[in-house]
Every structure is written in C-alpha cells, then in structure tokens.
C-alpha cells in the first residue's frame, strides 16, 4: 500500500519567515495530494491540495509544488505568522477504487516565534 | 465541511465496555471514511464505507472493532471490549463520491478515553 513520509518533524520559524515541509510518497498511481492543518483538539482542515497533473498551485500565503517523477511534494508558507503555528499533515490518495481515502504523513508541529 | 457531524466529542469508558462512535455525514453525501489519531500521531485509515458496503476494511484491527452504514441514520463505528491502547481520537470523514480527487470534509472527531 501507499507509503508517505513527512519531514521534519517539528519546525521553528521567526514570523516573516518562511516554512517548508517535505513529504514522499511511495505509490505512483498516487494522483491527489492535500495538506491540512490540525490545532491542538480539533479537526484536520484542508488548506491546499493539488492533483498529478498540475506541478504546483499557490493560494496567497500558501504553495504546494508537486514532483511526480521524484514522488515528492511540498508546502510552502511564506510571510508566517504565529496563527499558522499547528500540526500540518500531507497525504495522498489512489482515488478511483480507493474514493477518498487518504495515507497521512505523520505530522509536522509548526511554531511561528512573534 | 462543519456539516460532519460526530458523536460524542468526548467519550469516556472503562476497559471491558463497548463504545460507540457516530458520525453523520455532509448532506449528500454517500461516502464515509474512519480514521484514528493517537496521540502525537498521524492520521490512520480504518474503514471505508458507502450506505450499507463496507468498501474497505484494511486498517481496522480484526477484532473487537466493527462499522457499519445503514441506508437510514448516521455510520457507526464499534468497539467492543476497550482497552487502554483504544484511547485515541477518531474522525470521520465524507465525501461525495469515489471520483477521483474528491476532497474528503472531516468531522470534529470523538475523543475515547479509556480508564
């Protein structure tokens, strides 16, 4: 089954800065790639997701890049701010058969110092 | 995606009791998946489930543990005799359709303590 890493674990930035998190997958049938955001006790939410056949999408603050041949994608924060310090997973999904059914990363704790 | 509605959000049980964890769906939607959260971990698929199939089982434990469907009403997950290692927070999932790249709205989860 699908397989997929996230580094690194915990990240520390000064606010202005910029965050990135790196995950890999294992699959290549793998075609849907979403990030979510998780603070403490509450439910994972969606921030940007994207698809095998685009190679990157930015929403304001936010990028995620995707490399299909290297099985790797990423997340990109600019501009941080202390709101965005959280858990952030990356996932991946077969899609078809396997509906939306999502392999998560393990997490990385995000703190954004003022 | 605040239309995922699960039930409880907290749930204590001592071990040995049963549990029992609902969660309805966004309006529409026929397609529901199980995940659980440990503690300082990622997100695990258990089950996925469309109005009464269960499409995929993988990641759940082959005992104790059991989901269901029904055409009326919210899915249900089940977990008969909680042990400690059960206490974790599980969410739910919906999602319109298998299609491919279909995002998946989650609930607020129900946190399952065992003592």
């Known amino acids: 089954g699908e397989n997929v890493e996230q580094h690194p674990s915990t990240l520390s930035v000064q606010e202005g800065d910029s965050a990135v998190i790196k995950c890999t997958y294992s699959?290549?049938?793998?075609?849907?790639f979403p990030w979510y955001k998780q603070e403490l006790g509450k439910r994972p939410q969606l921030i940007i997701d994207?698809?095998?056949?685009?190679g990157e999408k930015k929403d304001q603050r936010i990028a995620v890049t995707l490399n299909k041949t290297a099985k790797h994608f990423s997340l990109h924060i600019t501009e941080t701010q202390p709101e965005d310090s959280a858990v952030y997973f990356c996932a991946a999904s077969i899609g078809e058969t396997s509906g939306s059914r999502l392999t998560f990363g393990e997490g990385t704790q995000l703190t954004v110092n003022p | 995606n605040a239309g995922v509605m699960q039930n409880p959000r907290h749930l204590v049980r001592r071990r040995g009791q049963e549990a029992r964890l609902r969660c309805s769906p966004v309006k529409g939607h026929s397609h529901v998946y199980w995940y659980r959260q440990l503690p300082e971990e990622g997100l695990k698929f258990m089950v996925y489930l469309q109005k009464e199939n269960i499409i995929d089982e993988s990641g759940m434990p082959k005992e104790r543990f059991s989901a269901e469907f029904p055409k009326e009403g919210p899915s249900i997950l089940r977990i008969q005799q909680v042990v400690r290692g059960d206490s974790a927070a599980y969410f739910c999932a919906s999602s319109p359709s298998p299609s491919v790249n279909t995002e998946a709205f989650f609930g607020q989860g129900t946190r399952l303590t065992v003592v």
């Open positions: 699959d290549s049938a793998s075609n849907y």
């Open positions: 994207i698809r095998s056949n685009v």
